[in-house]
């Protein structure tokens, strides 16, 4: 290894100093900025709502909880149940669909070395739908509405999988195309079940697809969160390592890291996360898309910091995002239609402004 | 410092490489000379094992590359690919910095050391002004210098470029041969194709001509790059001339036809 050590000297004839020209100091200031900005807008979103209840009722209410104090204590049943039962785990849920849409927005994008690349891609949300759909209508057969859109959005992302591995490699263009195959295979499927449908069901389906969190409670985010939670750190970690990644294959290679090992891992992350989000709350759009751009704009491309940046945006996003869904109007409006009303404007705003430097 | 040996290789029932065989001492800048298509990315691929051989022997520093993991390869060999355009506007430094990929420790990212070994490479190649603009708004030649210091700061034995000065104006190509032969001379090892023939003549200490999936000749430049070998692939089209201690390879009816020019 001769050559190694004069290589090494090398470098050390003109050795730096260290200097603050890595310095990640402004990077890690603008994550904790973003985690303040979830902290007030979770504080903000659990006072709102269509049933007026004071600031310190809501939070007595909280830290009662909390600490376990006696339900004696608490002044109002009523108030309680709307705080604790029904707007807590909503907010938590809300902000764990955030993290997860846009953590595997970002991971998709950067194994897919696309920047319009979204969550969706490989038609975990055409599965899923087809999943609920069948639920749906033919529920005596589906234990649960949430599962088999699990089971078939997952189940998407294997056949496309599937379909586009040859020889042992997945090339990003057939994975690509693969998942559009399956989108609109998904798709009529749900036509199908659509118009055989009676009308309830009809409106359910609708309702599923245009995805929301009216039905929140304690058990679907004490399934969900820990689920999401976990993936997303994993995903982190794996930060560096999808920058690799985003050079190409072959440059990964070069530079030790396996393109098929690692893609497999970050995608199953992405798709674990991206589903059980799907099947608990139907598909909401944009987010995915939109919330990896932003951060890219603010703190650059380095996912080391867009992975953690995305999902807490994302987070605080859906969460103002729901929050106008459930007090605007007198009935809710679902929260898929807000997204989508901001996230298009966002995205022309986008490609006016800074077109080139984005996509490009 | 690599040995192949009886290299075969085909896609399907395509033969691309046939019997390949030839070496490079340690700190020697090898040219891989030849005409497009003729397999010199192929074998390139197989060095690198990103494509796997099927008959033949590749050995890297005495070890058989068949018994290396990736991440073991990335530590013995690095690769300058064709400059190209990533996606993500990532700046020149985090680039270069990547190339510390294979000797990180922890999970999550660089040290000192890395940093460190990063900046001195973006020093070596004179990159330092550049280092904080995204590197997918660089000219052509500029992408190609910070793929380099990548490679440079991954500190292998080894170092293979993918026609390193394709896309380059003139003196960012003879740039490019001139900090190739300085690290070769800090004693790294580098095999680098090249479509040039004064280029590999001028500053290769080896030269490997390929031609039709095979070699054709190896060995020092003014031995390889000469009138027969250059006729035998290009068909009459090059004339050799030397220019004092320079060899030129000039197309034929400029080394003739003088006479007809003045016309």
Known sequence: MAGYLKDASLLEDIACEESNEFSIHGKLMILLALFVLLVLTSSAAVVFGAYKISITDVYSIILSHLLHLSEAQNMDSLKDIIVWDLRLPRVLLAITVGFALSAAGATFQGCFRNPLVEPYILGISSGAAFGAAMGIVFHQFFFSIQLSAFLFGSLAVILAYGIARVNKETPTVTLILAGVILGSLFSAAVSILKYISNDSALREIVFWLMGGFYFASWSDVALVTPVVMLSFLAMWSLGWKLNILSM????????????????????????????????????????????????R?????????????????????????????????SSEIPVGIITSLLGAPYLVYLLRTRGKSVFE | MLHVKDLQFQYGMQPVLKDISFQVGQGQLCGLFGPNG?????????????????????????????????????????????EHKPPFPYLVKDVVLMGRTPRLRSLFGTNKEDRQKALGALKLLGLQEIADKPYNQLSGGQRQLVLIARAVAQETPLMFLDEPTSALDFSNQIRIWRIMKQIAESGVTILACSHDPNHVSWYCDRVVVMNHNHILREGPPQEVITEPVLDEIYRNVCAVRNLDEARMVLPKEVAHGNGERKK
């Open chain 1, 248 to 295: 190409g294959d072959d440059e990964a290679r070069g530079l030790g890291v396996n393109p098929e090992k690692y893609k497999l891992i970050l995608i199953g992350l992405a798709t674990l996360m991206t589903s059980i989000a799907v099947s608990t709350v139907g598909i909401i759009a944009w987010v995915g898309l939109m919330m990896p751009h932003a951060t």
């Open chain 2, 38 to 82: 003729c397999g010199k990315t192929t074998l390139f691929k197989c060095c690198l094992k990103f494509l796997k051989n099927q008959g033949g022997q590749i050995r890297v520093d005495g070890q058989d590359i068949k018994d290396l993991r990736i991440e073991e390869m990335a530590k013995l060999v690095a690769y300058v690919p064709q």
């Open chain 1, 297 to 329: 704009m603010i703190l650059g491309p380095d996912h080391r910091f867009v992975i953690p940046a995305s999902a807490m945006l994302g987070g605080s996003y859906l969460l103002i995002c729901d929050t106008m869904a459930r007090t605007l109007t």
